[in-house]
């Protein structure tokens, strides 16, 4: 019972705790931006800081939660079978594709994209945090800090597997950045369980 | 000129585009979490993601830009004594001390300092962002993405100074964290010029 989100959109839909949210990415190497809200307030967000801060590491993998701002836990990844993701980078925008890559007429990108199917809940722009980037493949160089973005290390059909651990809104995009998905817009695969 | 920051707290002021912010670290081994808001909109935030995003690196130095979440440069760092810092964690606070330390009676960290020192802006505790953290030394593994939390390469009385790109309220604190500062509590000085 997969749904599909067609290359370069987004969508966003309300998922219960205890749920089940499998990612999968049906082509491989493609990235999907994932963020996170609190329904019963959508000021509490998913934060890359406080779960990098708890876990200790940059990139996390099974058994890691992903925390809201306000330190309580909202999404616990159960199954992994990629094992890279980054949580690092805000969503591409139209500012991405015009300051990084150049272009004079840059897409909206997953930030467009998040905005659009997050808009039903009231959440707009300036609320997208940081995404939890599944699949998304940042190599980090330990001595200058430089980061290297790579093709994802998802092939096809792999996925990851995350419980709901509070009532949420989640939006996911299938990203919109070439260098995120080795220069070949994907779709994303995603299924609600439990 | 300086201005002291006692150790274990906090304080807020306005700089207005084109100011010189200086934080020194007048006995060494300190860090001072900044955060920054557009004066004008306090929506408008400092954005870790956006910044290392465009800087392509983790470690920002002399010449890297602080971008805001809407993508517009905040405050460039114009002098660099130390060349070390960290943007990738949250604030230290009531929850860090209880989850990573085990605290059973919690200090309010540099998260409760800086809520203090922003109130008066409006400013409440879900819009303090994952800040710019001045001198905080934490070592990345490229394969395994483990964060070490070091003591600060800063030494006695070396800072790193700051330019105001658009009119900003900014808020620092001398950091509360053990782990940060190689666990003696120390002041931060800063000074405003221009």
Same mark, same amino acid.
């Given at each position: 019972m997969m749904e599909r989100i067609p290359p370069r959109s987004g969508t966003a839909f309300e998922l219960r705790k205890g749920q089940l949210l499998t990612v999968a990415?049906?082509? #491989?190497e493609q990235v999907s931006d994932m963020v996170a809200f609190?329904?019963?307030?959508?000021?509490?967000y998913i934060s890359s800081g406080r779960s990098i801060d708890y876990a200790g590491r940059l990139f996390l993998t099974t058994d890691d939660i992903l925390y809201s701002n306000r330190s309580n836990p909202m999404l616990t990844i159960v199954e992994d079978e990629v094992g890279r993701h980054d949580f690092t980078l805000t969503p591409c925008s139209r500012d991405t594709f015009r300051i990084i890559y150049g272009d004079d007429d840059p897409h909206h990108g997953c930030q467009g994209n998040l905005e659009q199917a997050l808009a039903p809940w009231?959440? #707009?722009?300036?609320?997208?945090?940081?995404?939890?980037?599944?699949?998304m493949h940042v190599a980090v160089d330990s001595e200058s800090g430089q980061l290297t973005v790579l093709p994802p290390k998802s092939k096809p059909g792999q996925k990851t597997v995350f419980r709901a651990e509070m009532d949420l809104v989640v939006a996911l995009t299938a990203c919109s950045a070439g260098q995120s998905n080795n220069f070949r817009f994907k779709p994303i695969d995603y299924a609600i369980s439990g």
């Open positions: 990415d049906p082509e #491989g609190h329904i019963a307030d959508t000021r509490e009231g959440i #707009g722009s300036d609320d997208i945090p940081i995404a939890f980037n599944v699949f």
